[in-house]
């Protein structure tokens, strides 16, 4: 089974820059998160979708950072401007569905610094 | 929403049993257990889950205290690819279902 892919790998941009972040759940999986990881802590959720509705979007910085996922397959998080405080790791996650049962499945992240 | 308390750091050898605690004093009665660990550059990886049993799975053991204030997983031979950060956190059914993350026990494996 293929795993969470998310690209890129890694970002540098420069604050005030605009950024967007991919990831492919997968195949099958209805719930869809976006994780944002700062270094030394754990993960906070800024988004959660169950297929192409969102669910939970209270910790997302509404002003700057926006996310879709359109087909209820793929979804893509855009930080628009960036800040230095948004240099972290952006973890995507999916499940079966709302009750992960068998646990969330995360990708390897996209490490964001923003100078 | 409960919280968790782990240690900052654990060191094991190679080979031996490794029991990683965590209190969740403030625990509801349909909180549920989970557990990831995270391997340096990667993305958090699930480990297991429980609600009151014990549980086994291919990579651990969960001990679940009876009054379910805290809890132990149990790595049952540690090796040097289980150095990593762990998750002990609490998923309350009724919240969203979200997980909630502290900061973890980072575990280093001697060998």
């Known amino acids: 089974e293929a795993g969470v892919a998310q690209s890129p790998r890694y970002k540098i941009i420069e604050k005030r820059q605009s950024v967007a972040f991919w990831c492919n759940p997968i195949s099958g999986h209805a719930t869809l998160y976006w994780y944002q990881q700062i270094l030394g802590q754990g993960p906070k959720l800024l988004i959660q979708?169950?297929?192409?509705?969102?669910?939970?979007d209270s910790q997302l910085p509404k002003d700057r950072f926006s996310a879709e996922r359109l087909k209820g397959v793929d979804s893509t998080l855009k930080i628009q401007p960036a800040k230095l405080e948004d240099s972290a790791v952006y973890l995507c996650?999916?499940?079966?569905?709302?009750?992960?049962?068998?646990?969330?499945?995360f990708g390897s992240g996209t490490r964001l610094t923003v100078v | 929403d409960a919280k968790t308390t782990q240690p900052n750091s654990m060191e094991s050898n190679e080979e031996e049993p490794v029991h990683l605690p965590c209190n969740h004093s403030t625990i509801s009665g349909t909180d549920y257990i989970h557990w990831y660990r995270q391997l340096p550059s990667q993305g958090p990886e699930y480990v297991i889950h429980g609600l009151t049993s014990n549980v086994n799975n291919r990579m651990a053991s969960l001990a679940i205290a009876e009054d379910r204030k805290s809890s132990t997983l149990i790595l049952h031979r540690a090796t040097l690819r289980d150095a990593a950060v762990y998750y002990c956190i609490l998923r309350n059914a009724g919240n969203n279902r979200k997980l909630i993350w502290g900061l973890g026990t980072s575990l280093a494996v001697n060998p």
């Open positions: 979708f169950q297929n192409n509705g969102v669910v939970d």
């Open positions: 996650a999916s499940s079966l569905d709302l009750s992960a049962v068998y646990g969330y499945t």
